[in-house]
């Protein structure tokens, strides 16, 4: 599902964020990323999405080479990859279900195929019955909830989440975490990065381990 090429990242001014990186995480297959700040985790996760470009090797995500894709295809690609962030980046003027609908709206469904889909995904995060409800009156843990069920709602192939336990209390944190498996044990590939090294180590999934922006262990995940 995602294979690393001798992948690089420099930004300008020479500071390069990744270099030289090579795994492959299988299809189906969940794995943690983690590594001190600034060991490039995001950097990762963003060349995957296409957020970002790499300068010197090659990335395939499902089979396609992200250097082939240009900016027509991104879309079409980012349709079957579900992204969280720490921080949700969820729309606090809207409600819970038009958040988790906005994938859906831009990709043109229509109202009754939104509304089963949007339900169903706030059904998987536990949050059905706050549909209505706007995001500023929800604690951190139904925030980040929220943000999961948006990314979920288009039913990816791949799941990304970049600290998305960063702002929460150990027991959510475990709850989320605990979602991200549920989504693994259904089929879908996922790739977290944290920090927590404490609760991703009791979960048993492969870890991968970056530091300056070099990977150092890939718990098992094969490398290319």
């Known amino acids: 599902m995602i294979r690393f090429d001798n992948v690089s990242k420099r930004y300008p001014g020479g500071y390069e964020a990744l270099s030289g990186l090579n795994f492959h995480l299988p299809r189906g297959q969940m794995a943690f990323l983690t590594g001190p700040s600034g060991a490039g985790k995001s950097t990762l996760l963003k060349l995957i999405a296409l957020i970002e470009r790499a300068n010197q090797g090659q990335i395939f995500i499902d089979g396609h080479n992200l250097a082939k894709v240009g900016k027509r295809g991104i879309p079409y690609l980012r349709r079957r990859i579900g992204v969280i ?8 003027d809207r409600t819970v279900f038009d958040n988790v609908a906005l994938p859906l709206v831009i990709s043109g469904y229509g109202t009754a195929e939104i509304g089963r889909r949007v339900r169903a995904a706030l059904d ?3 949050l059905l019955g706050k549909e209505r409800m706007y995001p500023i009156t929800l604690s ?3 925030q980040q909830r929220v943000g999961i069920a948006r990314a979920v709602v288009n039913k990816p192939a791949l799941l990304l989440a970049d600290e998305p336990t960063g702002n929460l209390d150990p027991d959510l944190s475990r709850e989320i975490m605990q979602l991200f498996a549920q989504f693994n044990q259904v089929g879908v590939t996922v790739l977290v990065a944290s920090h927590d090294l404490d609760l991703i180590s009791r979960m048993r999934f492969p870890i991968l381990r970056l530091k300056q922006g070099h990977m150092i262990e890939t718990g098992g995940i094969p490398e290319v």
């Open 140 to 142: 951190g843990g139904e």
């Open 85 to 92: 962030f720490q921080n949700h980046r969820l729309l606090f």
């Open 124 to 126: 998987k995060v536990g």
